[in-house]
């Protein structure tokens, strides 16, 4: 049965194919939830969304502000998701008269930030007012509904992979999102576990914010929705989207995600060509292999591949980068936006042969065939 996807129009001004937009990069690119049907980002206002972020184009306008595209949209969109993802707790003030304004036209508002619009008296007001809802994707569970770690991950007794990265912002979604339409549409069952504001809004089944989580209980939020998954989907591998860096001196997401989902290895997203941590100007990016090191003391399990991020660099670059990891490190690497995930699939099939047997079993049509 198919579900009817809501219209939605994304608010990311001055950062859409920036970092701190990579909510809203994440949502046109891929979204089970939501039919994007813009962007409003003013320095942008005129280009097309897929072409200014992969150079293929997908339809998606990008708007100067939210009156030109309610004036240039046959429709008023069914949501306004704020698609930036700031350090900053709140948003200016501007911003907040756009909230209101996006109300007031009868939209919901999806929201992806620690501070919570439905626990603002004058958003929740506005949205009474108006009819609409209010959707703080961060706000977590109720404390009775949360859990702390109970070891039942010992019962997942199929292939878990967590894909982690060197730093934040640096593509471990996308390659999570992409490997996991890849390994479906060969013939595996897999199934993705969020762990960010954005996979959540991009229709992850299973998963929770966990930065907005108490620390008490990141580790078994993760054990917790890798056990759901396992139990309720049957699949054939489960894959953790992981958060910031191992590294990261500001964050412990990444920690918190090693412990609670254990996993049988680990996909690494690098970007070769950045110098210093995102938002962090003073602090020098990690080398790939310090990072694979501290992985592998943290939980005992093994990096598997690389994925890159092609960030700055040219097509060549990408390439020689490709070469001189896999001839460095001995692991397969790739660019995933550009080489698609065959490495990556290759990989899980040459450690898990199990997988090679579902795919055989599940398809119909003949096993697929990697090359390269």
């Known amino acids: 049965m198919s579900i009817?996807?809501?219209?939605?129009?994304?608010?990311?001004?001055?950062?859409?194919?920036?970092m701190d937009g990579k909510t809203a990069a994440g949502l046109v690119r891929h979204s089970q939830?939501?039919?994007?049907?813009?962007?409003?980002?003013?320095?942008?206002?005129?280009?097309?969304a897929g072409e200014q972020l992969d150079n293929k184009k997908n339809n998606i306008p990008i708007f100067a502000n939210l009156k030109s595209a309610l004036d240039k949209l046959p429709n008023i969109p069914d949501c306004y998701i704020y698609g930036k993802a700031p350090l900053d707790a709140s948003i200016p003030i501007a911003e907040r008269v756009l909230v209101l304004e996006a109300m007031t036209k009868g939209m919901d508002i999806i929201n992806g930030l620690h501070e919570f619009f439905s626990e603002d008296p004058e958003f929740s007001e506005m949205a009474i007012r108006c009819g609409v809802k209010i959707q703080d994707?961060?706000?977590?569970?109720?404390?009775?509904?949360?859990?702390?770690?109970?070891?039942?991950?010992?019962?997942?007794?199929?292939?878990?992979?967590?894909v982690l990265g060197t730093?934040?912002?640096?593509?471990?979604?996308?390659?999570a999102v992409e490997l996991n339409k890849a390994l479906n549409n060969s013939g595996i069952k897999s199934v993705l576990v969020a762990t960010g504001q954005t996979g959540l809004?991009?229709?992850?089944?299973?998963?929770?914010?966990?930065?907005?989580?108490?620390?008490?209980?990141?580790?078994?939020?993760?054990?917790?929705?890798?056990?759901?998954?396992?139990e309720q989907e049957n699949p054939d591998i489960i894959l953790v989207e992981g958060q910031s860096a191992?590294?990261?001196?500001?964050?412990?997401?990444?920690?918190?995600?090693?412990?609670?989902?254990?996993?049988?290895?680990?996909?690494?997203?690098?970007?070769?060509?950045?110098?210093?941590?995102?938002?962090?100007?003073?602090l020098p990016m990690p080398s790939i292999v310090s990072e694979i090191r501290l992985i592998k003391a943290i939980c005992q399990t093994q990096v598997i591949a690389i994925a890159l991020s092609h960030e700055n660099l040219t097509d060549i670059e990408v390439l020689e980068t490709i070469k001189s990891y896999e001839d460095r490190l001995l692991l397969p690497t790739t660019d995933v936006l550009t080489y698609g995930c065959a490495k990556l699939i290759r990989a899980l099939y040459n450690l898990f042969p199990s997988l090679v047997r579902q795919n055989k079993q599940n398809s119909q049509m003949p096993p697929l065939l990697i090359k390269g």
């Open 246 to 282: 191992v590294s990261h001196p500001a964050f412990m997401s990444s920690v918190g995600i090693l412990k609670g989902c254990m996993p049988d290895g680990v996909i690494l997203q690098h970007p070769p060509s950045r110098k210093f941590r995102c938002d962090f100007p003073l």
């Open 137 to 162: 994707i961060r706000k977590p569970p109720k404390l009775e509904d949360l859990h702390v770690f109970t070891g039942q991950i010992a019962k997942v007794n199929i292939p878990v992979i967590a």
């Open 4 to 18: 009817t996807k809501k219209t939605a129009l994304i608010y990311c001004e001055k950062q859409f194919g920036l």
């Open 167 to 175: 730093d934040c912002a640096c593509g471990k979604m996308t390659t």
């Open 201 to 230: 809004m991009q229709g992850a089944t299973y998963g929770v914010s966990i930065d907005a989580l108490v620390s008490q209980f990141v580790v078994g939020e993760i054990e917790n929705a890798v056990v759901q998954a396992f």
């Open 33 to 48: 939830t939501y039919n994007i049907v813009g962007v409003i980002d003013s320095s942008l206002a005129g280009k097309d």
